[in-house]
């Protein structure tokens, strides 16, 4: 069982979303959902044990030797990946059942499981394979599934939303799938480790040249990097909020993984950042990213709306850390990577339970939230102190080494950036305490309480992990350090 445990990774949520039409019963295909997505995060402990002490796992799916056949290759970057979404699906689901009650109508809470699981299949299939083209198909199980999860809210708003992101999904996945194709042309091979030893042959050729442009313009299209980030506001803000919840913790962060794994592994670190100036342009995309969507974010009258700026902005530092080809900024990156996840699923889910509360979050029935719903509103302000990078915040941890990646090239101007753009996630973070804790409530006829324990406990959980993971940073540093070493040809 251990020596499959790659594969099963992926086939557990796969086979697990048909079995919920046959249980019917909305509770029971909640719980069973939940132990699936349990299953899943504890074989990707599994998984990052196995690979930290005994290096790079290869399983060759149906006995076929790669590159002939498909392979899942997990490495550490990877089984990283794997743990952040596994986690965050398990913690999300839990609160699921409560919040999908006041926001999907019943007849569709099965459909939503079904779909819920299609998304975590997708995800895991795209972090997993060792194969180019199965990226895309795992993409598009993803993708799919993330256009109709959108698109169950009871808000009209949903609906274009949704068709929005699909409109901007699809030209990303042909974009890949374009260069994907235009790679097997000139190499004869969709493995991506034979990838990495065959394109060097070929790199001068403008078909190379071509593939990288379509596959970049592509995941960038995915991780919503400015200014192709237009998508993701109202899809974040009219979504049912519970799937907002995980896909701001999950999605944009399998496509930097894609970013990363292309860059880095396939078409390879001297190719990426030295034949096409994709260093400069990069980092004046991350910039723009930080300091547009930090001020856009501040001028939301809807709390969702106004995250969801602020995610982009989150993406605008990872890029950052991204770019500067080094191992500090790409260990940043890659910890923002882990600690993003953890700040923007509890602040989403604690807005999932105000939902549930008052059926909105917009800004102005905030007022008075902090006495009335003290135990949710603690759990954004901490999640706000971490946007912002508070010492003893996991935020700070990623930030820290952001600035000392850019001192140490001596990039003090970004370096000024970066800070001015905490100065801004300040402005708007306190916004939300302002009104919740210094106003009275505007509507005392309404008797708003504490959200439900089934929101709580997961909400609280990853409160602590945004602080704990601030104070003890062994495992998230120790991880991001050794696969940002190893994409770098460092010790593994």
């Not at 198909?137 to 929005?164: C, H, M, N, P, T």
């Not at 260093?279 to 004046?284: D, G, N």
């Not at 062994?474 to 040809?489: D, P």
């Amino acid at each position: 069982m251990i020596a499959h445990l790659p594969v099963l990774q992926v086939i557990v949520p796969l086979m697990a979303a048909p079995i919920c039409l046959v249980l019917k019963r909305p509770q029971l295909v909640w719980l069973f959902s939940l132990i699936v997505s349990g299953i899943a995060f504890f074989i990707s402990i599994l998984l990052l044990q196995q690979v930290i002490t005994s290096g790079v796992i290869s399983y060759e799916l149906g006995g076929w030797q790669a590159p002939w056949g498909i392979e899942y290759r997990i490495d550490k970057l990877n089984a990283f990946l794997l743990l952040i979404i596994t986690a965050i699906s398990t913690l999300v689901l839990f609160s699921a059942q409560a919040s999908i009650e006041k926001e999907i109508p019943k007849d569709k809470h099965t459909l939503f499981y079904i779909l819920y699981l299609l998304s975590l299949t997708g995800m895991l299939g795209i972090v997993a394979t060792g194969d180019a083209f199965n990226v895309f198909v795992f993409l598009e199980i993803s993708s799919l599934s993330a256009y109709a999860l959108i698109a169950l809210g009871k808000d009209k708003r949903a609906l274009w939303a949704s068709y929005q992101y699909l409109i901007m999904g699809t030209i990303g996945a042909t974009f890949i799938l374009i260069g994907i194709g235009l790679m097997y042309q000139m190499t004869g091979t969709l493995n991506m480790e034979d990838l990495s030893q065959r394109l060097p042959e070929v790199a001068q050729t403008r078909t190379v040249f071509t593939a990288f442009t379509f596959v970049i313009v592509g995941v960038c299209l995915k991780l919503a990097l400015f200014p192709l980030h237009l998508w993701l506001p109202n899809a974040y803000a009219y979504a049912p909020s519970i799937v907002t919840a995980f896909f701001a913790a999950t999605a944009t962060k399998v496509a930097i993984y894609l970013l990363i794994r292309f860059t880095f592994s396939i078409f390879g670190l001297s190719f990426s950042f030295t034949a096409i100036p994709l260093q400069t342009l990069f980092m004046a995309l991350g910039l723009l990213g930080i300091v547009i969507a930090s001020t856009s974010a501040i001028y939301q009258t809807n709390i969702k709306h106004l995250f969801a700026y602020s995610s982009i902005a989150q993406i605008g530092y990872m890029i950052v850390g991204f770019s500067m080809t080094s191992v500090t900024g790409l260990t940043a990156t890659l910890l923002h990577l882990f600690n993003h996840a953890l700040m923007k699923s509890a602040i989403f889910l604690a807005l999932a339970a105000v939902m549930y509360r008052l059926g909105n979050v917009q800004l102005s029935n905030f007022h008075g939230l902090g006495r009335q719903m003290p135990l949710t509103m603690a759990a954004i302000v901490v999640g706000g102190l971490s946007l912002i990078g508070v010492p003893l915040t996991v935020g700070f941890v990623s930030k820290w080494y952001l600035l000392v990646a850019l001192i140490e090239q001596g990039w003090w101007f970004v370096a000024a950036l970066v800070l001015l753009g905490s100065l801004l996630a300040l402005v708007y973070v306190w916004r939300i305490v302002e009104v919740a804790y210094f106003k009275e409530p505007t509507n005392t006829s309404l008797a708003v309480t504490e959200a439900p324990v089934v929101f709580l406990i997961p909400v609280w959980t990853l409160v602590i992990a945004n602080i704990y993971f601030g104070i003890d940073t062994r495992l998230s540093v120790h991880v991001a350090q050794a696969a940002a070493m190893s994409l770098f040809g460092g010790a593994p």
